[in-house]
């Protein structure tokens, strides 16, 4: 099936084609038409998978600009709504709708004035709820809600939040929820504000046959060693080294960059201005390595990524999994590896036990 096939205005299609798009991924082949008919749609997919343009086009479709709020799309992270404004405002210039994206960590007086005029918004929990109590947002006249990334929310502790803002809306709208794992409270969650979801769900996005997997033990004084010793080994296209906290992040950046590496480092602590220039280095490929904290496993959508660095092993299971997910895309080759010491044990084992890896031991002659 192509784009063409489907239900798509000619404008649209225009503008598909012309940024190579033609035949939809699987999310999208699955949602379009469930949501243009009306359709509310709970989707376990993973980041990556096309789902932004999944729910962006049959919205796209279906609105007119009136300068009015008609779709609210709530997300968990500031670099995930930039994504989102950007796919919205790629593909809706034919349309001319006002798309505006609201996140904290930046002046609010601009978002006031642009809320005014905004056809969707794009948002964080924490920043659309400050308008709420500030009354300087109207959902009222909202058609269509999507909830992305519910687990993520989840995680961050974004529920309580994201369901004040559901009673903003009108229970006319149209809500989808997309979530790559389903956790009983996000299933609670639709449960609990959507009508009769009809359930999608797509493969994951990680091929096994093109993600190889391994994994090193080493002392925790040495940890850092056979970091740079890796690095030198596999000499990465673009690289990505996880941490747990945002002080072993910095370290391991701060160290790294002395030892004549291209690194910089991301994570929630930064401006979002800074975040925003790590981000567009890494991309261009100006850095080869980026230091970061799980806000980056989730929802980045950076293309080329050959190798995933645990240094640190998450304490959550599905954490890996969205770690390791940003490699091995697109039919690509990947390589993830994961620096074990005594403290990562278990947290290793509670990974082993939930999924069926292959995660090979790597050999290694000194380092």
Known sequence: MKFSEMNISEGTLSLLEKHGMVEPMEIQKLAIPLIEKGVEIVGQS???SGKTLAFA???????????????????????????????????SKHK??????IHGGVPIEPQIRDLRKADVVV????RILDHIRRRTVDFSKVRYLVIDEADRMLDMGFIDDVES????????RQTMLFSATMPREVRNLASKYMGKPKTITTKKQVDPRLLNQFYCEIKAKDKFTMLVHLLKRENPEKALIFTNTRKMADNISRNLFLRGFKVNVLHGGLT???RDRMMDSFRKGKIKILVATDVASRGLD?????????????????DYIHRIGRTARAGKD???ITILCRRDHESFRRVMAKYEFSIEKMKFKGI
Do not use: C, M, W
Not at 58 to 75: D, F, H, M, N, Y
Not at 96 to 101: A, G, N, S
């Open 46 to 48: 993973e980041t990556g």
């Open 57 to 91: 086009i049959p919205i796209i479709e279906a609105l007119k600009s009136r300068r009015e709020i008609q779709a609210l799309v709530l997300t968990p992270t500031r670099e995930l709504a930039n994504q989102i404004e950007s796919v919205f405002k790629k593909f």
């Open 96 to 101: 001319k709708l006002r798309i505006v994206d």
């Open 123 to 126: 948002g964080t929990p924490g």
């Open 165 to 172: 803002i559901i009673r903003r809306t009108p229970e006319t």
């Open 272 to 274: 979002q201005a800074k």
């Open 302 to 318: 950076v293309k080329s990524i050959t190798h995933i660095f645990n240094y640190d092993v998450p304490n959550n299971a599905d």
């Open 334 to 336: 990947g390589k993830a």
